[in-house]
């Protein structure tokens, strides 16, 4: 039997061409349901505030960091989407005085624009926004050494090189409308993927790449960033690859409540606990990573009860 066509866009793969089961059981599922959804691998953190939601996002920074010596370096791959730890991140580097010349970071995403990664002067710009948002905020003597900010660029061979030799202690994400972590988007149906998407193993074989944005990602990504204006958003962004998100010793989710909806976060969650890995849903592959954790505001959980506005 084929699988349905989407909902959103029939040219591509993406979560509304799941079975009605799995959609089902995930709309009803209740906030006292979430936490029996945990199990060896997976675990489930909530938080009552936002202020505590952030500053515990911005601390997984601070124990990578701390963990790192020239013997030995550590760093942390993190995203822009959720932003708001950013400037947290580096208050607390800084008045805890904790020199990062041994630290390291590696940005998720970059856009990608006539055959380049967008400059710095991009009004969307990831690296700015990370520059902008902390490290430029980081006292001189404490700073991240630039050597050690590495950013996705057009040819990714130097981006890839630099997880050599670096742990990465923890790769943090937020969740995109098309359930995706970073920018690894479903893909299209077209070719040999018209019939079924790729299989897991097949997408967890691709490394830091440039890929094309689902729609959903393009109104996600205007709306959140753009006050709408589609136009504004590329088409094509580099991405890190789940060949290097393997490489991560914890993958760390935060679900603030306003980049995906309800309904996407309760998806997500389940199919990760009972072990659905489908490449329609690129969130649900993470399922086979040995240790991720889902962080949730609380207030942001909401239900998927209908309700006209």
């Not at 349905?4 to 995930?26: C, F, H």
């Not at 370096?73 to 904790?98: H, R, S, W």
């Not at 590329?234 to 914890?250: D, F, N, S, Y």
Request: hydrophobic residues 40%; proline residues 8%.
């Amino acid at each position: 039997m084929s699988r349905p066509i989407s909902k959103i866009a029939p040219e591509w793969w993406d979560y509304t061409t799941l079975e009605p089961d799995i959609l089902n059981d995930a709309a009803k599922l209740t906030e006292k349901e979430f936490m029996s959804l945990e199990r060896p691998g997976f675990k489930i953190v909530f938080y009552d505030t936002l202020a505590e939601f952030f500053l515990a996002e911005a601390l997984e920074y601070i124990n990578a960091w701390q963990r790192s010596t020239a013997d030995n370096p550590v760093g942390i791959c993190g995203p822009i989407g959720p932003t708001e730890q950013l400037p947290l991140v580096a208050q607390l580097v800084n008045d805890l005085e904790i020199p990062l010349s041994n630290a390291h970071f590696w940005g998720m995403d970059e856009w990608y624009l006539d055959g380049k990664e967008a400059g710095e002067d991009h009004p969307l710009s990831f690296a700015r926004a990370d520059r902008e948002l902390c490290f430029d905020r980081i006292h001189p003597h404490l700073a991240l050494p630039i050597a050690n900010q590495h950013f996705p660029k057009a040819d990714v061979k130097a981006y890839e090189a630099s997880w050599e030799g670096v742990r990465c202690a923890v790769m943090q994400g937020g969740q995109g409308e098309v359930k995706h972590w970073a920018f690894n988007d479903p893909a299209r149906r077209t070719g040999a993927y018209k019939d079924n998407p790729p299989s897991p193993e097949e997408y967890r074989k691709l490394g830091t790449r440039v890929v094309e944005l689902h729609p959903l990602t393009l109104i996600q990504n205007a709306r959140t960033s753009g006050g709408g204006n589609i136009p504004l958003v590329p088409t094509h962004a580099l991405t890190v690859g789940p060949k290097q998100t393997w490489r991560a010793e914890k993958i760390s989710i935060w679900h603030p409540g306003h980049h995906d909806n309800p309904f996407g976060i309760r998806l997500s969650t389940l199919m990760i606990s009972k072990g659905i890995a489908d490449s329609a849903v690129p969130m649900s592959l993470l399922a086979d990573h040995p240790n991720v954790q889902f962080n949730f505001y609380r207030g942001g959980l909401g239900t998927c009860e209908t309700e006209m506005h």
